[in-house]
């Protein structure tokens, strides 16, 4: 059984950075794809960022492109979002997500709330 545990959310002002990390447990993770969603109270989940299982090819929402960064360490079985320039928009739980084959794997989030 997968489980991935999601860390680093926090308030910060706008303009600020946070980098979030999302350690996933079990053997499947350096062949799985690596996504980070969010969902903002009162929104449906949305993509944020994904990443390959090489970690060569990745895609994002265009709300965050060139203020946020997916990247991963299989060595760590690790996968991470920093985020910069943060807006009041980007107020949200953010959730990791494993895909692997037809299998989905989901933490628990963590909160990111940008206010001054």
């Known amino acids: ?3 991935l545990v999601e860390s680093g959310g926090g308030l910060v002002q706008p303009g600020g950075s946070l980098r979030l990390s999302c350690v996933a447990s079990g053997s499947l993770f350096s062949s799985a ?3 980070w969603y969010r969902q903002a109270p009162g929104k449906q989940r949305e993509l944020v960022a994904i990443i390959n299982s090489g970690g060569g090819t990745t895609n994002y929402a265009d709300s965050v492109k060139g203020r946020f960064a997916i990247s991963r360490d299989n060595a760590k079985n690790t996968v991470y979002l920093q985020m910069n ?3 009041p928009e980007d107020t949200a739980v953010y ?3 494993q895909t692997w084959g037809a299998r ?3 933490g628990q989030g963590t909160q990111v709330t940008v206010s001054a």
């Open 104 to 106: 989905n794997y989901w």
């Open 85 to 87: 320039s943060l807006k």
């Open 95 to 97: 959730y990791c997500k």
């Open 33 to 35: 794809v690596m996504g």
């Open 1 to 3: 059984q997968v489980q």
